[in-house]
Antibody, heavy 122, light 112 residues
Framework: EVQLLESGGDLVQPGGSLRLSCAAS????????MMWVRQAPGKGLECVSG????????FYIDSVKGRFTISRDNSKNTVYLQMNSLTAEDTAIYYC???????????????WGQGALVTVSS | DIVMTQSPLSLPVTPGEPASISCTSS???????????LNWYLQKPGQSPQLLIY???IRASGVPDRFSGSGSGTYFTLKISRVEAEDAGFYYC?????????FGQGTRLEIK
């Protein structure tokens, strides 16, 4: 059974930093791209970043470029999202998500974690 | 970035009646292999999204057959043949052809 367990969500002041982790199990982690998708309160879904199974192919949406860094440790079956210079607009539930197909170069999501709440406020 | 547009944004439906949601993309989602990289998700209140349809028309495992997806290129449709109370929530289309992944705005299906 695929499981994705996020951690690291917290209340942080504007300008602060936070690192989210997502521990994966139930599949061959290193073979699959992983993504981070956020959902601001009462809003829709926004995929902020993703990377391939080998750690390449990283992408970011414009609003987080230069502030967020995605990475993975395939020996620990974990994907990370380092978030710096946080603003109120980054307040959201952050979901870890798994690609549906191994190594095809496309980005599809078949499994989602339960989410980690990040609140940026003074 | 590919822009995804859904309609309607709100859809009140009586149980037992059909429902339909459309999704258009700013560029074709069909790859040279013939696949359309368009997925549909349902997010029930207080839950994470769940995959309903992938590659435009293939039901994910465990999804009831009252859900169907169709379309190609830039126009896609999700249909529910007979809505049930458990189908309430927000429906999102998503393109996976090109990074960054982008979603439609979401359609709220409300049970009358």
């Amino acid at each position: 059974e695929v499981q994705l367990l996020e951690s690291g969500g917290d209340l942080v002041q504007p300008g602060g930093s936070l690192r989210l982790s997502c521990a994966a199990s139930g599949f061959s982690f290193s073979s699959y791209a992983m993504m981070w998708v956020r959902q601001a309160p009462g809003k829709g879904l926004e995929c902020v970043s993703g990377l391939f199974g080998n750690g390449g192919g990283k992408f970011y949406i414009d609003s987080v470029k230069g502030r967020f860094t995605i990475s993975r440790d395939n020996s620990k079956n974990t994907v990370y999202l380092q978030m710096n210079s946080l603003t109120a607009e980054d307040t959201a539930i952050y979901y870890c998500a798994k690609d549906r197909v191994s190594g095809d170069g496309m980005w599809e999501i078949d499994y989602w974690g339960q989410g980690a709440l990040v609140t940026v406020s003074s | 970035d590919i822009v995804m547009t859904q309609s309607p944004l709100s859809l009140p439906v009586t149980p037992g009646e059909p429902a339909s949601i459309s999704c258009t993309s700013s560029q074709s989602l069909q790859y040279r292999n013939g696949n359309n990289y368009l997925n549909w998700y349902l997010q029930k209140p207080g839950q994470s999204p769940q995959l309903l349809i992938y590659l435009g028309s293939i039901r994910a495992s465990g999804v009831p057959d009252r859900f169907s997806g169709s379309g190609s290129g830039t126009y896609f449709t999700l249909k529910i043949s007979r809505v049930e109370a458990e189908d309430a929530g927000f429906y999102y289309c998503m393109q996976g052809l090109q990074a960054p992944i982008t979603f439609g705005q979401g359609t709220r299906l409300e049970i009358k």
